[in-house]
């Protein structure tokens, strides 16, 4: 089977550039709502630990 000019790059860069985007933009928006989870955890924690401070 012969493939035109536009199927073959089509199969050959575009498809393979657009799974490397996308896997790359899911590995960054991993790390950044890991980021924002420990931001909030360490946010919750301060305000725990002001807490404890004020009971003893």
């Given at each position: 089977?012969?493939?035109?000019?536009e199927?073959?790059?089509?199969?050959?860069?575009?498809?393979y550039?657009?799974?490397h985007v996308?896997?790359?933009?899911?590995?960054r928006?991993?790390?950044?709502?890991?980021?924002?989870?420990?931001?909030?955890v360490?946010?919750?924690?301060?305000?725990?630990?002001n807490?404890?401070?004020?009971?003893?």
């Amino acid at each position: 089977m012969k493939l035109s000019t536009e199927e073959s790059f089509r199969i050959t860069y575009f498809i393979y550039l657009v799974d490397h985007v996308i896997s790359s933009l899911q590995s960054r928006f991993e790390q950044f709502e890991i980021y924002i989870f420990q931001i909030k955890v360490n946010k919750y924690l301060f305000a725990f630990n002001n807490v404890t401070k004020k009971i003893k």
